[in-house]
């Protein structure tokens, strides 16, 4: 299931306990192509999801999309599972207490250093360091790796925009009428970003 990450908020059970939850705006999916091992050389079902004007679309995902209307998004994911062209998916797929795993691009934090990034603890705040305290240190040269910075040398670096699985989240709530669904925890990106949700 796709959906967009929205506000976060808490769900209190029978029992009065509070969990944390994370409001997903779900829609229903459009089935848009089907392959399949003969024709194609795998099995697989691609996914229409969100709304687009026709003039921000090209002419080839047009012709690609005909008689549905357009998609922001489009996904492919393995197995037909006896799917047809224009099929439909909603969420009533998912139930409450479901054991799910979500997938976003997390939140782009731009270029960042090593205390940030990795968690460094930096250099002494005394005994003549001056403008050194964040500093990576030493990276390399003399004897250590044969005089060279190793592949995989954590330093400064762009830090976020990744994409980000979290699992084991549980369905608190489906709500079939406005297309929402409650998940446990915290969920990547920010509000508005895709949302990959899948079973386990």
């Known amino acids: 299931m796709l959906a967009t990450k929205g506000r976060m908020t808490q769900v209190f059970d029978e029992k009065g306990i509070v969990t944390p939850a994370t409001v997903l705006t779900a ?4 089935v848009t192509q089907v392959k399949n091992a003969e024709k194609d ?4 079902a691609q996914v229409g999801f969100g709304t687009r004007k026709d003039k921000n679309v ?7 999309l005909k008689d549905l209307s357009t998609f922001r998004y489009l996904r492919e994911y393995p197995g037909t599972a006896e799917m047809k062209r224009g099929d439909t998916i909603d969420i009533t797929t998912f139930e409450v207490g479901d054991i799910v795993e979500v ?15 990795h968690g460094f603890s930096g250099g002494p705040r005394s005994h ?16 250590r790796a044969g005089g ?3 592949k995989g040398m954590r330093m400064g670096g762009r830090m976020g925009n990744d ?6 989240l549980r369905v608190l709530q489906v709500d079939a009428e406005t297309n929402t669904l409650l998940i446990s925890g915290a969920v990547p990106g920010r509000p508005g970003t895709l949302v990959e949700i899948r079973s386990k």
Not at 103 to 117: C, L, M, Y
């Open 27 to 30: 829609g229903t999916l459009t």
């Open 41 to 44: 050389g795998y099995a697989a």
């Open 58 to 64: 090209s002419a080839a995902v047009r012709g690609h």
């Open 103 to 117: 997938s976003a691009i997390s939140k782009g934090k731009g270029f960042q250093g090593v205390v940030r990034r």
């Open 128 to 143: 003549g360091q001056k403008n050194k305290e964040r500093a990576p240190g030493s990276i390399g040269g003399g004897g």
């Open 148 to 150: 060279r910075v190793v």
């Open 163 to 168: 994409r980000v699985t979290v699992r084991n």
